[in-house]
């Protein structure tokens, strides 16, 4: 049964993780009895649609590298991170896997899109793990692995989907094997522009600014005006970055200076923190449901898979929700265990892309910042 | 005539349809707009109602902002664009008039020669979300080139994307980017109404030779769904606009895609001197397009 | 006269007479200036409108923001008036489309109300010649100049309709 280990660090995240794919062959479904072998719990039933068996995770461990509040990762301290954690989590991985050196196929790991330092010391990584226990190399597209490890997980056949995370902002739909990029972020990314206003507003990055920030949404009430920046499929976040970053030292500046609190208007209440983020969010994510919904009318989908950190979102998924079943559809979501990169993800789609006959051979096991999701042959999928 | 039920139930329609017994057809369904054929002045005027439903996931207040406004620039672009050449002192009202009208525009048929060939402006509620306009009668030019006469000379066929061409440059020329041009967006309008403007065009076409008046692509090319369309001058934006017709043209129509060289061509005659930037720019367009697909 | 009911607003009939060479528009207006509530009508100058078309869009904006609860003027006969105008001045837009003085042909609008007893009221009052509400008539009796200054348009034909009809439609936005 055809197994692989994968690695992942195409940015702040440290993630290993080993997948098994179960033969074609099987009529039962395989208990979840993995589920003991990782803190990250595998995944359970919830595949109930699924057409193909469903997959075994065997570990999935992530470590991340968070720097301190009001700065962001930086690459170099990042690759030391992930250098200095790779052998542990490889390890451990192998560990709690129970699995032998013989049962590995191929050994996964990301070859971009991503920071360079930290890609270049996971690439690294993988290629002396492939020298020592003489396994072939499979590079995988980050993108590619959200997708595939999204419908795997959640069963979504055919979605549109929308990837949202610090460095991408995508939407995607899968024809003649091809991931089709529909509409994306012009300047930043969602995430990005996210992580960068907690950094102004001194929001912490620990578990994730974006994580954060939502707490403090829920707390918020008054939306104020930003720039709804849509353009077809294409958005663009530069322009409410610069805005809300402006409020936010608004905010700052009437809290510390003697002119008393910043009202809004109409209500008269004062700006919180909290309304910030509460705008910001309302502002970002109806933007990114919206070029979604315009995607979904142009390929006539009625489903919807989220990937990619800010996927974890819980207001963008309800948001997303309402929006595919006014369309007579549903949101498929993944929780943070797969949102967030994540080392199973790329274990997975590299095992897939190994049984179609995939193979990075070491001189060609590059990594690269730049790497479109278009560019992969999706030849698994008809 | 035989119309098909509604297939939305007539409670999700804004007042003050709502509650009218008339018949509405729907026509398309996108995204954020349903567009349902109707009557409106009179019960033999037949009209295009576009309704933009309230959408629950968006925050309330940001919602009923993004639909005022873009009711707004709809109706404001359609408006601006019916003006064209009787406005005294250039474009519409509430609309910043781009550049003076000596844009060196070239073989173009003469200021206000776009007027009529986009739907005027009957009725809006930017409140509730709905918009009015007149029904243009005929086929799409995609269903027309779909349904073309194949065995009829091509010249008919370069006879209408000449005309494509020629429409596109003169939006252009207006001061307005249209935003989502496509073959579907195009309507072929088969009878002129004498005297109007793209009547007098269209007959000096024919003067010329430049049409020939066979195979089911005659007519006059009409504008419709500009609900992206923006006031723009900007070399870039018209470049994109051409780029997206481009694009639409060639996966829509794959067997005619080696002539959209006509499309360009009329453009560019239609244009004048900005044309030709325009044109350049669109090259460069093109290439990060293509470039594009090596970003991460 | 004439009774239009306009598609989606069945339960406002509206009942129009067009009268030619009126003798008494300074008793008319009289009558509007004292709220004799006998003329609750919208009284138009003639010479100003340009087409059946935009009279009645008119009529439709102003019978719509009644029902939305947002007349900007008095009552929906005063807004039809409102409504013809191009942009926001009310007491602007009643001296330009109302009738005054020196108004030679008038259009008078009834939103709702029996017709026979409409007819039978405004041929009584209004000192003046029906004709036929169509575009020939109001070609006939307008005041190309004050038309062409009150739109800010070069031509006043069929193509300045739809510019007319939009920027009414706009209005107050």
Known sequence: ?382 | MAQPPPQQPLRTLPPPFNTSAESFELIAQGAESLLYRTTFLSPAQPAALKVRPQKTWRHPTLDKRLTRQRVLAEARVLVKLSGEGIVAGGGGRKVKDPKKKNDGGGDNGGVGALRGLVPAVLALDWERGWLVTEWIDGVTVKLGIYQRDLAADEGVLRGLLGRIGRVVGLLHLAGVVHGDLTTSNMMLRPTRTPGTNADAMARAEEERGEVEVEGGLEGDIVLIDFGLATQSVSDEDRAVDLYVLERAFGSTHPKEEGQFDEVLKAYGESMGKPGKVVLRRLEDVRMRGRKKSMLG | METVSLPHLPDYPLHICLFKDVNNAPFLRQQLLEGNTDFEYAFLDASILLSRNQVLAACFRAINDLLQDRLKSRNVHSEIVFSLSPNNNISESFRRFGVAETSRHILAVKVGGVQSQIEQHLKGSVEGNLVPLTDEQFAELRDESRLRKVYKIGATGNEAEAFVIGSMALKGS
């Open chain 1, 1 to 382: 049964m055809p197994v692989a280990i994968g690695l992942e660090g195409s940015a702040n995240k440290l993630g290993v993780g080993i997948i098994l794919h179960p033969p074609h062959q099987t009529a039962d479904p395989p208990s979840p009895h993995d589920s003991a072998h990782s803190d990250d719990e595998a995944f359970s039933t919830r595949t109930q649609k699924h057409t193909s068996p469903p997959v075994q995770i065997l570990a999935n461990l992530r470590h991340t590298y968070n720097s301190p509040p009001g700065t962001g990762f930086l690459p170099k301290d990042t690759a030391a991170h992930h250098r200095r954690w790779v052998v542990r989590l490889v390890k451990q991985a192998m560990k709690q896997a129970k699995v032998q050196l013989e049962d590995i196929d191929c050994i996964c790991y990301t070859k971009g899109p991503g920071m360079g330092a930290p890609l270049g010391s996971v690439a690294i990584a993988a290629r002396t793990l492939s020298q020592l226990w003489e396994k072939p190399l499979v590079g995988v597209n980050h993108c590619v692995g959200h997708i595939e490890m999204g419908r795997a997980i959640t069963g979504a056949d055919n979605p549109v989907v929308l990837y949202v995370s610090g460095g991408n902002t995508q939407v995607i739909a899968y024809s003649a094997q091809r991931y089709r990029i529909f509409g994306e972020a012009l300047d930043i990314a969602v995430g990005n522009c996210l992580d960068r206003f907690a950094r102004v507003l001194n929001i912490p990055n620990d578990p994730a600014p974006g994580y954060n920030i939502e707490q403090l949404a829920k707390k918020g009430k008054v939306l104020l005006e930003l720039p709804y920046a849509v353009k077809g499929m294409d958005v663009s976040f530069s322009g409410i970055l610069a805005r809300v970053e402006e409020m936010a030292r608004k905010l700052e500046t009437s809290q510390t200076s003697g002119g008393g609190p910043w009202k809004d208007d109409e209500s008269g209440q004062p700006i919180t923190k909290e309304d910030l983020c509460f705008t910001l969010q309302e502002t970002v994510y109806a933007m990114l449901v919206e070029i979604t919904e315009r995607a979904m009318a142009h390929v006539g989908a009625s489903q919807v898979l989220v990937v990619g950190g800010v996927g974890c979102n819980e207001r963008l998924q309800q948001m997303m929700g309402m929006m595919a079943a006014e369309r007579g559809g549903s949101v498929f979501a993944t929780d943070e265990r797969f949102c967030i990169d994540n080392g199973i993800m790329i274990a997975h789609a590299g095992l897939i892309a190994w049984r179609m006959g995939f193979r990075t051979p070491l001189e060609e096991s590059t990594f690269t910042q730049r790497f479109r999701t278009d560019e992969v042959l999706i030849n698994w999928r008809d």
